[in-house]
T-cell receptor
């Protein structure tokens, strides 16, 4: 079964400090991982995906298969980064169809 | 304005009544999804459909039903069999049938409160 764990419900940092949102996964196949973000009063939207190996809004995430992790990092947090962040895993269900499973989310607050 | 439209935004119903939440997309996306979002629980998949006239159960399908008669529409019915129906419901779509490599586009959500 697929599982995504985000151990921190809440994370608070000061502006300019580094930030790391943790995500661990459990999946027997080849995983594909994503980070989604929900800013206040906005729709949930894709932030980045591991296959793209891109940096979006200064955020990066590296898939570590040995540690089964996909932590989201940013060297210098900004106040506008305050949002709810969800890690998600795409894989095959027991029935053979694909589905996207989300973690419980981490609420990031960047203080001035 | 392209995108996913969910209606109604807020809905109140009495216990024991069925209620249907609407989800329409004009993005010409093949796949559509329904998630339930509860505080501290993240998003949990209810049902999804990768093609018209076909859909699969997600992780918490009990007490819910869906239909996919048209590509652009994927309504969700919350039946009286759903034990805890009060929640925020999110509809999403993706261009490709395969979620791997795809991106989900979300609606604004519908908040259902059962009195």
């Amino acid at each position: 079964a697929q599982r995504v764990t985000q151990p921190e419900k809440l994370l608070s940092v000061f502006k300019g400090a580094p930030v790391e949102l943790k995500c661990n996964y459990s999946y027997s196949g080849s995983p594909e991982l994503f980070w989604y973000v929900q800013y206040s009063r906005q729709r949930l939207q894709l932030l980045l995906r591991h296959i793209s190996r891109e940096s979006i809004k200064g955020f990066t995430a590296d898939l570590n298969k040995g540690e089964t992790s996909f932590h989201l990092k940013k060297p210098f947090a900004q106040e506008e980064d305050s949002a709810m962040y969800y890690c998600a895993l795409a894989g095959l269900s027991q029935g053979g169809s694909e589905k996207l499973v989300f973690g419980k989310g981490t609420k990031l607050t960047v203080n001035p | 304005d392209g995108g996913i439209t969910q209606s109604p935004k807020y809905l109140f119903r009495k216990e024991g009544q069925n209620v249907t939440l609407s989800c329409e997309q004009n993005l010409n996306h093949d796949a559509m999804y329904w998630y339930r979002q509860d505080p501290g629980q993240g998003l949990r998949l209810i049902y999804y459909s990768q093609i018209v006239n076909d859909f699969q159960k997600g992780d918490i399908a009990e007490g819910y039903s869906v239909s996919r008669e048209k590509k652009e529409s994927f309504p969700l019915t919350v039946t009286s069999a759903q034990k805890n129906p009060t929640a925020f419901y999110l509809c999403a779509s993706s261009l490709v049938r395969s979620i791997r490599g795809g991106e989900l586009f979300f609606g604004e959500g519908s908040r259902l409160t059962v009195l």
